[in-house]
């Protein structure tokens, strides 16, 4: 579970959202503006991060308050999972991040496999639907929801990208330094059972 403060700062934030999408005067959007700063000055004490950063987050967060949705590949061959190096953080993850407007979130999770790896690959199945407030990631500012899907190699090599700065096969036994913001190695555990056998069911929360 989530911090305390992270989930008041979370919801905070969701409420400035909301009022200053749907306020109807300037004096309640001077309001709301008001509560968003104190969820930046929250997470700013917690951090150590400057608010002046979430403050330009959130600035492009717009619309009614929603979660997040992060989608995430697995792709396993040899008994094998196929990793990538953020350029970020230096440590390895499925490969994957936040969806994209416009796409489904299989089509989100095939391209973000070609970009930050050069794979090719197809979605065959969705593993779980995991809520991230939910297991012990470092905190972010952001309520997301996390999507995990099965796929098949079908072409491609191995190439970094702006966002990548390796691509390699790991077993479940001899996994990197992993970026635990975007994955965990019970998840990782988690996708090589689902490969095992086809009969689990969908997991979500």
Same mark, same amino acid.
């Given at each position: 579970?989530?911090?305390?403060?992270?989930?008041?700062?979370?919801?905070?934030?969701?409420?400035?959202?909301?009022?200053?999408?749907?306020?109807?005067?300037?004096?309640?959007?001077?309001?709301?503006?008001?509560?968003?700063?104190?969820?930046?000055?929250?997470?700013?004490?917690?951090?150590?991060? =400057? !608010?002046?950063?979430?403050?330009?987050?959130?600035?492009? #967060?717009? %619309?009614?308050?929603?979660?997040? +949705?992060?989608?995430? /590949?697995?792709?396993?061959?040899?008994?094998?999972?196929?990793?990538?190096?953020?350029?970020?953080?230096?440590?390895?993850?499925?490969?994957?991040?936040?969806?994209?407007?416009?796409?489904? =979130? !299989?089509?989100?999770?095939?391209?973000?496999?070609?970009? #930050?790896? %050069?794979?090719?690959?197809?979605? +065959?199945?969705?593993? /779980?639907?995991?809520?991230?407030?939910?297991?012990?990631?470092?905190?972010?500012?952001?309520?997301?929801?996390?999507?995990?899907?099965?796929?098949?190699?079908?072409?491609?090599?191995?190439?970094?990208?702006?966002?990548?700065?390796?691509?390699?096969?790991?077993?479940?036994?001899?996994?990197?330094?992993?970026?635990?913001?975007?994955?965990?190695?019970?998840?990782?555990?988690?996708?090589?059972?689902?490969?095992?056998?086809?009969?689990?069911?969908?997991?979500?929360?």
């Amino acid at each position: 579970m989530i911090p305390d403060w992270l989930h008041w700062a979370q919801q905070l934030q969701a409420i400035a959202q909301n009022g200053l999408t749907y306020a109807l005067g300037d004096y309640d959007r001077e309001r709301y503006q008001q509560i968003r700063d104190i969820a930046n000055q929250i997470l700013e004490a917690q951090t150590g991060e =400057p !608010a002046a950063r979430f403050e330009a987050a959130f600035a492009m #967060e717009q %619309g009614y308050s929603t979660p997040k +949705v992060d989608v995430r /590949a697995a792709v396993i061959r040899d008994r094998r999972i196929l990793l990538v190096r953020e350029r970020e953080d230096g440590c390895w993850t499925l490969p994957g991040g936040w969806a994209d407007i416009g796409q489904s =979130p !299989a089509e989100s999770v095939v391209r973000e496999v070609r970009e #930050e790896s %050069g794979f090719e690959v197809r979605a +065959v199945r969705l593993i /779980a639907v995991l809520d991230r407030n939910r297991h012990p990631h470092p905190p972010i500012p952001y309520h997301a929801f996390k999507m995990f899907f099965l796929c098949e190699l079908t072409g491609g090599e191995a190439s970094a990208s702006f966002e990548t700065t390796g691509v390699d096969w790991f077993a479940p036994d001899a996994l990197p330094s992993l970026s635990l913001t975007r994955v965990l190695p019970e998840q990782i555990a988690m996708c090589f059972r689902y490969r095992a056998d086809p009969a689990l069911p969908v997991l979500f929360e």
